[in-house]
Structures are given as C-alpha cells and as structure tokens.
Nanobody, 119 residues
C-alpha cells in the first residue's frame, strides 16, 4: 500500500513560482522508487488533465504542452518524494493538483493541493 500526500499549493500572483511535493508512505510491497509518478490537475467544472510524469528511475519525463518549459518534475528517492516545480504561473494554471503513483496494475492517488493564480 502506498499513501500519497501533496503539499506546497497556495495563492500566488501571475509570474510567481511554486513547488509542489508528493510524499509517499509505503506500508507494504515494493519501494516507492519502483513507481512512476504522474501529476494531474483539475480546474472547477473541468476534467482532470495530465500535467507531467516521471519514470521510476527519474531519468525520463513527459509534460503536457501547456506547461512545457515552465514546469519541471523531479524526484528524491531518499525522501520518497516527487516534486513539481512550477515557474511563471498563469491564471490558467489555477487548479487542484494531484499526484498518482503507478506500478504494474496498481494506482495510488493523493488528495490534492490547491493552486490559485491571480492575474
């Protein structure tokens, strides 16, 4: 079992930066370092959208077009943590951000952290 807790959200102005964290607690099974992690976001009234992902080793990343060049995903295996560095935030980035850990057929989600960007 893997429990994920996101943090680092808040209210910022356009052009500001935030770093979100996704911290994992593993109670059984494989270590968190064997999971790929994906960040999603969901704005009010909209579907949950893919933001970016990182593989289990941390050496392969993908990003959605709207965030390319502004957002960066990284992971610290020693801390069981995946980060989402968000720079030059814009109002359209306002959403609740979720991380998901996946290994084989198992998916684990966090509860999300709210990011609000005012223009």
């Amino acid at each position: 079992q893997v429990q994920l807790v996101e943090s680092g959200g808040g209210m910022v102005q356009a052009g500001d930066s935030l770093r979100l964290s996704c911290v994992a607690s593993v109670s059984s099974g494989r270590p968190f370092g064997s999971y790929a992690v994906t960040w999603f976001r969901q704005a009010p009234g909209k579907e949950r959208d893919f933001v970016g992902s990182i593989n289990y080793r941390g050496d392969d990343r993908y990003y959605a077009d709207p965030v390319k060049g502004r957002f960066t995903i990284s992971r610290d295996h020693a801390k069981n943590t995946v980060y989402l560095q968000m720079n030059n935030l814009q109002s359209e980035d306002t959403a609740k951000y979720y991380c998901k850990a996946r290994r084989l057929f198992y998916d684990y989600w966090g509860q999300g952290t709210q990011v609000t960007v005012s223009s």
